[in-house]
């Protein structure tokens, strides 16, 4: 234990810490929710003219999803609020050394608030029990949780900075054969270890942190109806204990306020970590459908309605604030595109953060610069231009991002040259133009005349603000199987 002196010390900073957060300018008041700010981008923009753009727009929560000075660092005196996040690679050494934890916030809690940093959460890893990852997080998450909220306690931060782990929905159900929220409960492999975590939880004074997807649910299965989906009654409702349900936003949440009371803890406080709706990857990933999402969401938002068992004020975050290129296809080809703004900060649709249902954009990035106007597309006269054509498109949607080319899709409709001109173009824009991205021995040539056809976009990058390009993952051989199978249509 610290000798008294050094305690009132640290509690005396802290305190000015947060008096000096509340104090920040913030931003313009309009938005009623946060953001997911997600930094899975070939071409970052520059995060200072990023928060220059939350601001515009009204938004003063942001949550991360790693601790990256360079993104950090620019929320500094913006009051702007943070959620910090230590991703799940990072999980095995917290659980595993509290002097880890301790380092962690040392690093990028203490260092982030004495720059002026408004810091609320910390978030200890994202979505670990995820079935897809077949158990890998299950025995160091809730370790490394205690070690994190541990660590922010000795550091004097307790009291104003929690230790939370957002989770999937996944984590809780109701039975098939009883599809009701007051069915529900935590998933039964991992019952006993939830029911440990949100009592840590709630003994902290610390929220669950949910993520909760309406369009997985449609993606995930071809027979929901679509309008449960989106918020406007158009649909059966689902009756259950006397209440009524006429949207599966509002199911899902209670599902877990049913399965949090079955955990003891009946009134936990519950954020909404992430939240939003693809506009491309999938057929029902458009433009269309996710404005319809938001417009409705937003304005239920506003009205501060609650769910029928949580009435009142929720807290949440949109997920996401820009399309992220270098993201997992794993889930879907929708993942790099659950942005609202576009891979070069532009608004995509009408989208009113009050809630009042204004036609209006949001205020867009300011001061984005592009590559020259010049693209990449499939030279029709190229000698014994199908031999190597297969090898050549693999290899550029190896490399950059085809997932508009997939079914349902914004660029499913091209022509087989114009899916080979996307996929030598898309690439080209990926390598910053270099002349060298655009040969694919003599298959590719460079032209002045814009490419994109109807609603398919193809695109002129922008320049790096990180000063360097970072290669893209390799796509799953499903996915690149796919762009070869188009290459082959007539």
């Given at each position: 234990m ?6 009132a010390?640290?509690?005396?900073a ?26 899975m ?53 917290l ?38 990852y ?36 996944d984590?809780?159900s ?35 942190v949910v993520n909760?997807?309406?369009?997985l ?16 009654g ?15 936003f ?27 709706w693809?506009t ?23 009205k ?5 068992l ?9 997920f ?23 891979y ?61 080319l ?66 893209l ?18």
């Open positions: 610290a000798p008294r002196s050094t305690t010390a640290v509690a005396a802290v305190s000015f810490a947060v008096v000096a957060a509340a104090l920040l300018p913030r931003p313009a008041s309009s938005a009623s929710v946060g953001v997911n700010w997600g930094t981008i070939s071409h970052p923009i520059h995060p200072s003219a990023v928060v220059e753009m939350l601001r515009a727009n009204g938004v003063d929560r942001v949550k991360l999803f790693d601790a990256d000075p360079w993104t950090v660092a620019a929320l500094a005196g913006s009051g702007v609020q943070a959620m910090l996040a230590a991703p799940n690679d990072q999980l095995a050494s659980a595993r050394d509290p002097r880890r934890a301790r380092a962690w916030v040392r690093q990028n809690v203490t260092a982030n608030l004495d720059a002026g940093v408004d810091v609320r959460y910390v978030a200890v890893g994202n979505e670990p029990f995820l079935k897809s077949n158990g890998s997080f299950i025995n160091i998450t809730f370790p490394a949780l205690k070690n994190m909220q541990r660590a922010l306690d000795e550091a004097g931060f307790g009291q104003c900075i929690k230790a939370v782990v957002p989770l999937n929905a984590v809780y109701s039975p098939e054969n009883k599809p009701v929220p007051s069915a529900g409960s935590f998933r039964r492999d991992i019952n006993a270890l939830m029911v440990d975590i949100v009592n840590f939880l709630q003994m902290n004074d610390a929220p669950f909760i997807y309406p369009f649910s449609l993606y995930q299965n071809p027979n929901f109806p679509l309008n449960f989906s989106f918020f406007d158009g649909t059966k409702p689902v009756y259950d204990n006397g209440m009524v349900y006429t949207n599966v509002d199911a899902n949440f209670d599902t877990l306020v049913w399965s949090l009371r079955k955990a003891g803890v009946p009134d936990m406080k519950i954020i909404v970590g992430e939240v939003g693809p491309d990857g999938d057929k029902n990933a458009n433009i269309k459908y996710a404005q319809k999402f938001y417009d409705g969401f937003l304005k239920k938002m506003a501060n309605v609650g769910t029928p949580r009435p009142g004020h929720m807290e949440v975050y949109l996401a604030l820009i399309d992220e290129n270098q993201k997992s296809v794993l889930p879907g080809r929708f993942e790099r595109h659950w942005g609202v703004l576009t070069d900060g532009k608004p995509k649709f009408f989208m009113d953060l009050s809630g009042k249902g204004e036609g209006k954009y949001l205020v867009g990035v300011k001061g984005v610069q592009y590559l020259p106007s010049q693209w990449c597309v499939f030279n029709k006269d190229a000698k014994d231009k199908y031999k190597d054509l297969p090898a050549s498109v693999n290899y550029a949607c190896s490399n950059a991002d085809c997932t508009p997939g079914y349902g899709s914004s660029c499913n409709g091209l022509s087989h040259d114009g899916n080979i001109s996307y996929a030598f173009n898309i690439y080209f824009q990926t390598m910053d133009q270099d002349v060298r991205a655009c040969s694919f021995g003599g298959l590719a040539k460079i032209t002045t005349e814009n490419a994109s056809q109807g609603g398919c976009l193809f695109l002129v990058q922008i320049l790096s603000a990180s000063g360097r390009v970072v290669p993952r390799f796509l799953p051989a499903s996915l690149v199987l796919f762009v070869f199978l188009f290459t082959l249509v007539v």
